[in-house]
Every structure is written in C-alpha cells, then in structure tokens.
C-alpha cells in the first residue's frame, strides 16, 4: 500500500530560528501534497496544497512568507517554518493523494507527523 | 475553513459494547473517508467509501455513504482496547482537497 514518510518526528528549535520538515512517499509518485496543522483535542487545519513544480496554494490566513513550501519532486515535499514563535509550536502532518481504487479515486495516505516545540 | 459536523465528540464505553459515531454535511460529496488517529502519529485511513448507499465492512468496523450523499456512519462492533483513539470522518467532492469533521474520541473502559 501507498506509504508516506515523515521526518522528523519530533523537533524543538529555538525562537527566531527555522525548521524543515519533510514528507516522502516512498512507494508511488506524488504530483499532489498537503500540510496540515493540528493542536491538541481538535481537528487537522489544512495549511497549504503542495504541487510538484509549481507554488504552493495556502489557505486563507496561512502566511506563506513564514511556512515555506517545495515540492520540487514527485516524491518529497518540504515545510519550512521560518523564524519560528512559540505560538508555531504545533503537530504537522503532510498527507500525499496516491492512486486510488479506481482511475477516477484518489487515495490519502498521511504522514505521521511532526512535534514541533518552540522554545 | 468548512468542517463537517461530526458527532458524538467523545465517547466513554465498556470493552466489547458496539460503537456508532456519524458525520453530516450541507454540501453533497462523492468520497467519505473515516480515519483513525493515535496520539502523536498521523491519521491511517480505516474505511474509504465512493458511492452513494454503500455499505464497507473491516474487520469489526462498518461504514455506510449515506444515500442522500451528505452523512456517512461508522460503527465498530464488540470494541477492544487498541480501537481507543480519534476517528476522523472526511468528505470530497471530485479531486478537491478533503474536508474533516471535529472527531469523535473514543474512550474503553476494560
């Protein structure tokens, strides 16, 4: 099956510093990549929709100056959180569109997240 | 952004009692998707269902595309310890991006 990879999986920087996080599928191509954000006891918040070879679409309120997106192949796909806040301090998890059971599906297959401390 | 109305958000039970949580939407969508997530790891999905009326078994897990394509269910029957964690329900409409409910979090009593 689809497998997504995710590293690191726990990280803490300190404040004003940047950290990358990166997401990996490791057995099929992935032209398409997500990011989302998710504090505790709630829901996953998609930040941004990574596309290989092109720019990042964001989400309404994501600042895109501050959470960097590459996607530059099929496979990887990078969050760089820029001069990281305490209040940047969150789980991230990419997720990848993989093939799905028909021509016309699509699967979601998710990393298994980031901690991200900022302190 | 949009969420679906996911419910119960929590659920407190007995080891072996059933379990049915259920997502609703104003919107129509053509793929529901329940995942499970454990702490500290990323969701993994359970059960994906691309059409109206259908009906998914895994395992112990069960889930339904509602007919009128706004609602999906999940139930888990005779549930054990390892099924604790957060279920997720998610709706797509074509290759848009998904959209998640709230989360039911589920709580066994041994």
């Known amino acids: 099956g689809a497998v997504v990879s995710q590293h690191p999986s726990w990280v803490i920087c300190k404040s004003g510093t940047s950290v990358k996080i990166e997401c990996r599928s490791l057995?099929?191509?992935?032209?398409?990549m997500f990011w989302y954000r998710q504090f505790p006891k709630q829901s996953l918040m998609l930040m941004a929709t990574?596309?290989?070879?092109?720019?990042?679409?964001?989400e309404q309120g994501v600042e895109k100056d501050k959470f960097l997106i590459n996607h530059a192949s099929l496979t990887l796909s990078t969050l760089t959180v820029t001069s990281a806040h305490p209040e940047d301090s969150s789980f991230y998890i990419c997720?990848?569109?993989?093939?799905?059971?028909?021509?016309?599906?699509?699967?979601?297959?998710f990393g298994s997240g980031t901690r991200l401390t900022v302190v | 952004g949009q969420q679906l109305n996911q419910s119960p958000q929590s659920m407190f039970i007995q080891e072996g009692e059933d379990v049915s949580m259920n997502c609703t939407s104003s919107?129509?969508?053509?793929?529901w998707l329940w995942y499970k997530q454990d702490p500290g790891e990323g969701p993994v999905l359970l059960i994906a269902?691309?059409?109206?009326?259908e009906l998914t078994s895994n395992g112990r897990l069960t889930a339904q595309f509602g007919i009128t394509r706004k609602d999906s269910f999940l139930n888990i029957s005779a549930s054990i310890p390892s099924d604790v964690g957060i279920y997720f329900c998610?709706?797509?409409?074509?290759?848009?991006?998904?959209?998640f409910g709230q989360g039911t979090r589920l709580t066994i009593n041994p």
């Open positions: 057995d099929f191509q992935a032209t398409t």
């Open positions: 269902l691309y059409k109206a009326g």
């Open positions: 997720s990848a569109r993989s093939p799905g059971r028909t021509g016309t599906t699509y699967g979601y297959t």
């Open positions: 990574s596309n290989e070879g092109s720019k990042a679409t964001y």
């Open positions: 919107s129509i969508f053509n793929t």
């Open positions: 998610a709706g797509q409409r074509g290759a848009q991006k998904l959209v």
